[in-house]
Structure formats: structure tokens, C-alpha cells
């Protein structure tokens, strides 16, 4: 279920996925596949992982990532879960093929 809510974001977000929403901050959202995909990427990562350890699982690693980087947004991009969000986003058809924790392979 897409939710649009400008005021559930910090600034510099356009968009998150919190079980089972994918919240975005603009309408217009909505209509982008390639961000809808790397959102639903995230849904399914958040289903497999029983939710709450993929929150624990990201919490850890953002942390991990980020003293490993020394940079925040560096930290963010390199979690195993955005890695292959990121990369597979623009593939539509990449949930119909994906394996079960293939998070794993962006470690």
C-alpha cells in the first residue's frame, strides 16, 4: 500500500518502506516504476527476514557501514539491502526472479 505523506519524512527523503507501506513524500511518486521497484525490493527483503530482523539487520549494518566508510550517506548506500535495491531497481521484472535472501550476495 502506497502512502503519500510529506510529513512523515525528513527532509532529504523522498520515500521510505516501513511494513507494509512505502510512504513517499510526492503524488507524483507514484507513477515512477524504477522507485516503486527499489521500494518493493525492500518490502520483500522486510517479508523474508519476518520484519523485525530486517530492521535490526539494517540498523546494525547502517552503523557498521558507516564507521567502515566514515561518512553517513556512504554508510547508506553500501547496506547489502539498498546494494541490491539500487542495482536491480530499473529490472521490473527482478522480484519474479529473485532468490530468497539475495540480499546476501551485496555483503
Not at 2 to 21: E, Q, S
Not at 28 to 49: G, W
Not at 68 to 93: C, H, M, T, V
Request: aromatic share 22%; proline share 2%; net charge positive.
Amino acid at each position: 500500500m502506497i502512502l503519500v505523506n510529506r510529513f512523515l519524512l525528513r527532509k532529504k527523503f523522498i520515500g521510505i518502506t516501513l511494513w507494509p507501506f512505502i510512504i513517499v513524500r510526492h503524488r507524483s511518486l507514484c507513477e515512477d516504476k524504477t522507485f516503486l521497484n527499489h521500494e518493493r525490493i525492500h518490502l520483500r527483503q522486510q517479508a523474508e527476514m519476518l520484519v523485525l530482523f530486517f530492521y535490526i539487520w539494517y540498523g546494525l549494518e547502517f552503523l557498521y557501514r558507516c564507521f567502515q566508510y566514515g561518512n553517513r550517506y556512504l554508510g547508506y548506500r553500501n547496506i547489502s539491502f539498498e546494494r541490491e535495491a539500487y542495482q536491480s531497481e530499473k529490472d521490473l521484472n527482478y522480484l519474479g526472479k529473485r532468490p530468497f535472501f539475495g540480499f546476501l550476495k551485496y555483503l
